[in-house]
Every structure is written in C-alpha cells, then in structure tokens.
C-alpha cells in the first residue's frame, strides 16, 4: 500500500492531463507570431568590470562595445548559444539606463527581449489590446533591426523589447 498505492491513484489523474486539449489552442490566433527570446539586457554601473566577469571569469564570448546614441546606451553582447546577455551602460546624462542606474546602484535586469515576426502587425494589435508602446515608431536597435518597447505596467511589472526578427 505506501507510496506504491500513491502512484497508481495519480496514474489516471497524469494520463486524463496528457490527453487534455493542447494549451495552445486556447490562445487566439494572430497576425503575427512571437519568435524566441533574443536577449536578456542587464544595465550596469561599469562596463569593463561586466565584459571582464562574463570574459574572463565564465569564459563567454563577448562583444566589443558598441555606442547607440538614439538609445542613449553602451552595448555589449554576451553569446550564450540559445540566447544572449546585453549589457548596458548610459550613454550621456538622458540616457534612460543612467536614470535606472539611479535607483539600482549596483545595476540588474533592465529589460527582456523577444523576437517578433511581423512588428508592425503586432503594434496595430498590441494597441487595440490596450499595451501601451513606448515610441510611435520602431527604433533602430543594436542588431540593425527595428524594435519597440512595450509599458512594463502593462507587462507585468517588466520592460519587454520586441524584435522585428
């Protein structure tokens, strides 16, 4: 009886899950599909210091620093093989990460970033669906493709990037 008696009573219950309608068909249909996620971006107080740990201390391959003055940031990129890290640094006074760094001295996630195939589509729904975009217009991002920022009051507390994939 046991642990024995345990397992064949939550048989049936694992077998009547698996055999349930897929979770997917449950999500609408849209006019645009969301791809993988392209990066993580964590904003940090000092560059060098950041390359230095993911270079030399976890042996990743890192980018060189690359300046995006519309973004107002410094740029890296850290290759994980199934994503990336970005690192951010402010680029001038007005740089949004500058104002993050404020109130996160010591840096930390500032924002996730998911490929999209079709971003204009999924502005148009995005609004309709009352997600507030943070530019009327997609940007330019560091990968040379267009990319829009989506309220993280709207995200669950969370700044997600899209990425025109």
Known sequence: ?????????????????????SFSQNIPSCLWKLGQLNHVAIAVPDLEKAQSLYKDVLGAQVSETVALPEH?????FVE??????????????????????????SGGMHHICIEVDDIKAAMTEL???????????????????????????????????????
Request: charged residues 25%.
């Open 127 to 165: 609004k309709k669906k009352k997600i507030r975009i943070l530019s009327e217009e997609p940007k330019i991002g560091a990968h040379g493709k267009p990319v829009i920022f989506l309220h993280p009051k709207d995200c669950h507390g969370v700044l997600v990037e899209l990425e025109q994939a």
């Open 1 to 21: 009886s046991g642990l024995l008696s345990s397992f064949q009573t939550s048989a049936p219950t694992i077998r009547t899950l698996s055999s349930s309608k």
């Open 72 to 76: 107002g940031v410094y740029t890296v």
């Open 80 to 105: 994980l093989g199934n994503t990336k890290l970005e690192l951010l640094h402010p680029l001038g006074e007005k740089s949004p990460i500058a104002s993050f760094l404020q109130k996160n001295k």
